[in-house]
């Protein structure tokens, strides 16, 4: 099983619910929807949220050329970006005991403009595909001009650290006396069902794609 390092940037204080290992953080991952994107923009820090897609230890985000990410992060600057999974409400019986159930990652990294025409396409292929697996062959080529119009920033997993909490509140031993509901109440995201935006050409049914995220 590889492990990313523990360096300066990625080590988990709670050790007990730290995760290294690249198979953890990979899955967390490929299950989040959403990234939220940290960096420095004129001294000030900015967090952006963001879709993204993976290729191996590759992170990769896209948007228009014009956008702030990409003008700041095409510049080879520090890049940390965050995914968190939701898994419940921890009701404590006290406000300090009281949480949540999640399952998160740290990536951090040094972001770049990706120019390499073929990695470009990959890199396109891989965010379509991370919302809506096999999207990327359904939908109709790009054009040039699409192509034109978007930067593509890429980054490296140089370090990386997986953290999960799991279970009840862990509440004072005295407090299991009071008369204060403890437990967890659950959180999923689940899809609806699909509504269709009425224009479809005749004949045409639910893709593949959009098949595939509704069977889980
Ligand atoms: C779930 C999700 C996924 C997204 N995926 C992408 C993507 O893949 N590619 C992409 O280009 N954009 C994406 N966006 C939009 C993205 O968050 C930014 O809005 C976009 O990059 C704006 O760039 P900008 O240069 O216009 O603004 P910036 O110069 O980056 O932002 C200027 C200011 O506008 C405000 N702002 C910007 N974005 C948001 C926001 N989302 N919510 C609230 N305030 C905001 C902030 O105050 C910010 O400081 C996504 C948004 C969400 C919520």
């Not at 991952?29 to 900015?46: E, K």
């Not at 001009?145 to 909490?165: D, G």
């Not at 437990?183 to 595939?212: F, H, N």
Request: proline share 6%.
């Amino acid at each position: 099983m590889t492990a990313f390092e523990k360096g300066t940037l990625n080590r988990v204080r709670v050790a007990t619910r730290a995760s290294y290992d690249q198979d953890t953080v990979f899955s967390i991952l490929d299950q989040g929807l959403a990234a939220h994107v940290g960096f420095t923009d004129h001294d000030r820090p900015v967090v952006i949220p963001m879709i993204y897609g993976r290729i191996g230890e590759r992170l990769y985000l896209h948007g228009a050329k014009a956008a702030r990410f990409a003008k700041v992060l095409g510049g080879g600057v520090p890049i940390c970006v965050t995914v968190t999974l939701i898994d419940g409400i921890v009701a404590g019986r006290s406000a300090f005991h009281s949480s949540m159930n999640y399952r998160s990652v740290v990536l951090h990294g040094t972001a770049a403009l990706v120019t390499d025409p073929g990695e470009r396409e990959a890199a396109m292929e891989a965010v379509t595909n991370h919302l809506m697996p096999g999207r990327w062959d359904e939908v109709r080529p790009t054009t040039a001009k699409e192509l034109a119009a978007t930067a593509i920033i890429s980054f490296a997993i140089e370090e990386a650290s997986a953290k999960a909490r799991t279970g009840p509140p862990n509440d004072d031993k005295e407090d299991y006396d009071l008369p204060i509901w403890g437990g967890v109440v659950p959180l999923q995201t689940v899809y609806g069902a699909p509504e269709d935006d009425g224009a479809l050409a005749p004949g045409t049914e639910l893709p593949d794609s959009i098949r595939k995220i509704l069977s889980g």
